[in-house]
């Protein structure tokens, strides 16, 4: 029986019926690597595997009451958000980051910028990029796509980073690889993986996830970076279909 404390991972994402992506994505990857997952569901929206059709945001005040009870009794040894659902959820969430860090200066936080699925679909009531301002403000690492880093106006040469790290994603390019840039104070390292063929339905959430769950657990953030997307890749790999279209990342009993 395990009696230490494991280390939770407070999760502020959307809740995806089709349980491919959002929050259920956010508690299979971060239970995969051995943290456990406090979900905090920001909005609740209407999709399948392929579309998004509808976003209700939940209130934002109520977001603020459960994560003051679980800061009070619970071992939060990273932040991971996705989708705040409008502004207000965005700001509720940077104060909870505010809270969580009175306690604890160096708690890493991991914001997915989603700015639409990957159809095209708005993720956000009111402007989705306006949303991330605060949370941009808050984060240690931001894990972009290409269309998302443009939108934010990340270079990826490293210059003018919106906090201390990115990992600029490379699913929407070309190439033969999957080209995955680091930037950092330190400059660009890159990570090659080989292209899949498919698209897949929550590979955002799991690789972000997984990165978060790897710093709760201690890793250093060039450990988290390296686990996180050896795991990722190995969960797009044996990904799953559940109705025609995108697949779902098999990431638990690989």
Not at 19 to 31: H, K, Y
Not at 79 to 86: E, R
Request: overall charge negative.
């Amino acid at each position: 029986m395990e009696t230490s404390l494991r280390p939770c991972v407070l999760v502020c994402a959307g809740l995806d019926p089709s349980g491919g992506a959002g929050i259920q994505a956010d508690i299979e990857a971060v239970s995969a690597q051995g943290a456990h997952a406090l979900p905090l569901v920001t909005a609740l929206t209407v999709q399948d595997n392929n579309a998004v059709h509808e976003v209700v945001a939940v209130d934002a005040g109520l977001l603020v009451r459960q994560a003051a009870l679980l800061a009070d009794s619970m071992p939060i040894r990273a932040v991971k958000i996705g989708i705040p659902g409008n502004r207000d959820n965005a700001e509720a969430i940077a104060g909870i980051v505010r809270m969580l860090r009175a306690l604890r200066p160096e708690l890493p936080v991991v914001l997915d910028p989603v700015l639409a699925s990957g159809r095209g679909d708005n993720l956000s009531r009111g402007d989705a990029l306006a949303a991330l301002a605060p949370l941009l403000d808050v984060a240690t690492l931001v894990v972009p796509n290409l269309p998302e880093a443009a939108a934010l106006c990340i270079a990826t040469t490293g210059e003018d980073l919106p906090c201390p790290h990115v990992l600029v994603t490379g699913g929407h390019a070309d190439d033969p690889d999957v080209v995955n840039r680091w930037l950092s104070a330190a400059g660009v390292r890159e990570w090659r993986w080989p292209r899949l063929r498919g698209e897949f339905h929550g590979s955002g959430c799991t690789l972000a996830s997984s990165i978060a769950a790897r710093l709760a657990l201690g890793d250093s953030m060039a450990q988290a970076l390296e686990l996180g997307q050896r795991y990722c890749d190995r969960t797009l790999a044996h990904a799953y279909a559940i109705a025609p279209g995108q697949r779902v990342p098999r990431r638990i009993h690989l």
